[in-house]
């Protein structure tokens, strides 16, 4: 064999995984279809600070700290959710990402840019990788890092999902900086929101994700700001990219784990997926160091990651997924009276003041109205 783990894709979650197998003896290659490191990512890159201080991240690559976020209706009311420490921070993903892939460089990880994996293939005792390239890798085991693939993920026989929200963004200047703002209704987002998150007081990230119309939700989030004031330019180039809704059947095979995106580990109701697929590539890492070992990596052996990953955020996932259906299917009239209610019946202070409603855990939030849905119905 090449090596021991091939690991196919250098987003966050990819590097992270090669370097913590790295890290625990194993020789690694990492395989990234772009000619180098990412230099312009369509990410915001908000994380928050349980998943900084959990991970270490602290670096000149942090571009923002938030404390508070300001969310409008579609008519414009203002919700001020405000904590008195940070709650999240902002990452320049291109430096986060060149400080991951120094990192893993750093604990021995070999890596080829500039080559795609097309194609897997089974050998004795391991497994051969094509690429588009025409360059073949053996590994004993794979691990697949690939972001939104669903062609990588046929050609492995993992599935696909076949359902996925577009997410857009762009560098724009800023007249007023706004901290962190969450703009939503129909016009702007089908299901989800737009956003400007300041990275100093001249520039922020505009983003949007939708499940639908990304062309035109962007033009009414464009129009938004621009009316209010908080963007100067009349046109703004921005790029755009699926975010998966939904898992794939199944996480592993005979010798391939799934993490991250391509595994749809992330958060229904944001579409943030840094800090769940790091939790679960350090399952599939923790999973291969036990079996590698053993040699003993067949789907059996490894069903285990699938197991040990839903147990943690299984339940996250499947709430989540119930309250974006939810929030889909509220119109902007109702979302109005919403933000009425949250305004006026003292909801949102209160559950600020509930220090184990954290920015990732949605699940336990919603578990926390429905143990006290007088709070959200008093008023
Ligand atoms: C507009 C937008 C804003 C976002 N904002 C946030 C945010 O604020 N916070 C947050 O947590 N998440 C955010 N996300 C989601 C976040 O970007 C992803 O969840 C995260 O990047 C997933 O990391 P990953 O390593 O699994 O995949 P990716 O970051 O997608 O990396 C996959 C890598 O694999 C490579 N690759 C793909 N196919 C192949 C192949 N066949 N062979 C070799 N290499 C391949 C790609 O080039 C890429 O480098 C946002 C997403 C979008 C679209």
Known sequence: MNTDVLVIGAGPVGLHTAKCLAECGYEVR?????????????????ISTEC???????????????????VYSPGGQKLLLKRDTPQAIMLDRASFLAKLLQQAINCGVRTSFGFQANSIEYIENGLRITTKEGQSFTAKAVVLAAGYNTALSRATGLGEINNFAYGLQAEVDTSIP??????????????????LSSINDCTAKMGLLTRKNPFECWSALHN???????????????VCRPVPIGNLSASFGDRVLAVGDF???????????IYFGLLCADLAVSCLDKNIKTNKLSKANLAEYEKNWKS???????IGRLLSRA?????DRLLEQIFKKCATSGMIEKMAAKSHLRFDW??????HLLKNPFDLVRS
């Open 30 to 46: 990492l395989l990234e279809k772009k000619p180098e490191a990412a230099k312009q990512v369509c990410c915001t890159g908000i």
């Open 52 to 70: 900084a201080s959990k991970y270490g991240f602290d670096g000149k690559y942090i571009q923002n700290y938030f404390s508070e976020a300001s």
């Open 178 to 195: 706004s901290n962190l703002s969450l703009f939503t209704g129909k016009a702007i987002s089908q299901g989800y929101f737009g956003w």
């Open 224 to 238: 938004t700001l621009y009316k209010q004031g908080l963007i100067t330019a009349k046109h703004i180039n921005y």
């Open 263 to 273: 595994a749809g580990q992330l958060k229904p109701t944001t579409g943030g997926g």
């Open 312 to 318: 943690l955020i299984g339940s996250e996932l499947y």
């Open 327 to 331: 929030y889909t299917g509220i119109d």
């Open 362 to 367: 949605h699940g336990k939030a919603f578990g």
